[in-house]
């Protein structure tokens, strides 16, 4: 009796060998000040993975329900400060400043709209790395400089709902604004000029021909060329506006390569505040990850330009 009392015993007091402990959370999400709430349940989970199993799967599903998406549609009193306090925003285009994808645009001038498109949902999603993607599509198209300067017309880039004044907004507070994408300057620069956004405040890929238009190739040295390359362009520009104390940079995006432009507290740098935007589409990784998501940019302009913005979702 004594025997099978002690074996009773150390069943009981060992947890299952199939439970596996879930993963401490990132340092980002842990000290990032819109999360601390929630991943500090996280953190807890992590801890006490020596209880029962069936009482951590229950700590586990608290966690899930409260870091849910539609918890950061409505923004912290913190970030509605920083995005008043900012003087640097830093926009994706496509997706976000205009309605579409405009490589996906480009690929249909170049008659192969479907197959560019899988790879951009993909790139986008964070499912595949953006600069084999980039690399990929670009030898799908081979686009000539013709095709590329007349996408414009053959295919007009609409922007997305009140895009337009947010910028004038940002404009007339004083703000800089500056355009990072994956896409191609030179299909970028007239958006940017319907904007008054300077040229030299465009951070995009660069496409290079042969004498005859025909393509060569992309420039590989370009900010947006490679994985990370949203990050290092706004370190660029943050040190560009050193003399102004600590500026505050805001990351406005749709996209996975948005999403990890954010500053992850790892000495490497990057936005302090990234809203996330799905007026055009809603990308999964993007709407649980960013500190604010938004469906309409007029709430980013409520937010800048009232003291008590209405925060509802869109």
Known sequence: ?????????????????????????????????TSRRRNLAALLVASFTSLHPAHV?????????????????????????????????CF????????????????????????????????????????????????IMRPTKQQVENVHVERPFAFSPHVKELVTLLHARGAEVYLISGGFKEMILPLATELAIEADQVYANELRFNADGSFRSFNPQAWTAAAGGKKRAIEHIRTLHSGDGDATVVMVG????????????????????????????????VEAGADWFVKDFQLLIRALDSEEPETRAA
């Open 92 to 139: 994706d285009v496509d997706s976000t400043v205009i309605t579409s994808e405009g490589i996906d645009e480009l690929a249909a001038t170049c008659g192969v709209k479907e197959e560019v498109e899988k790879l951009t949902a993909q790139a986008m999603g964070g499912g595949l790395p953006f600069h084999e993607s980039l690399r990929a599509r670009l030898d």
């Open 1 to 33: 009796l004594r025997s099978r009392a002690k074996q009773n015993m150390q069943q009981t007091a060992t947890p299952s060998t199939a439970f596996a402990a879930p993963p401490v959370p990132c340092i980002r999400h842990v000290l990032h000040p």
């Open 254 to 285: 749709d996209g996975a390569t948005d999403l990890e432009a954010r500053d992850c507290y790892d000495g490497q740098g990057g936005a302090d505040v990234m809203v996330g935007y799905g007026g055009n589409v809603v990308r999964g990784k």
């Open 57 to 89: 799967r229950g700590a586990q599903n608290s966690v899930a329900r409260d870091s849910a998406p539609q918890t950061n549609c409505i923004p912290s009193s913190d970030v509605k400060d920083r995005l008043r306090a900012a003087k640097v925003f």
